[in-house]
C-alpha cells in the first residue's frame, strides 16, 4: 500500500514538473523573442 502511494506521488510530481519546466521554457521563448523584435526595431530606427 505504501509503495503504492508513493508511485502515485512521483509519477505526479514528475508530470507538473515537466508541465512546468515546459511553461517556463515558453515563457521565456516568448521574452526573448520580444526582446529581439525591440532590438531589432531601434535598430531599424536608428538606420533610418
Sequence with gaps: MMV???SK???KYS???EEGD???H???TRQLK???ETF?????LSIV
Excluded: A
Design 4 to 6: 503504492d502511494d508513493i
Design 9 to 11: 506521488t512521483t509519477v
Design 15 to 17: 508530470r507538473q514538473k
Design 22 to 24: 515546459e511553461y517556463i
Design 26 to 28: 515558453l515563457t521565456l
Design 34 to 36: 520580444i526582446h529581439l
Design 40 to 44: 531589432y526595431f531601434f535598430q531599424v
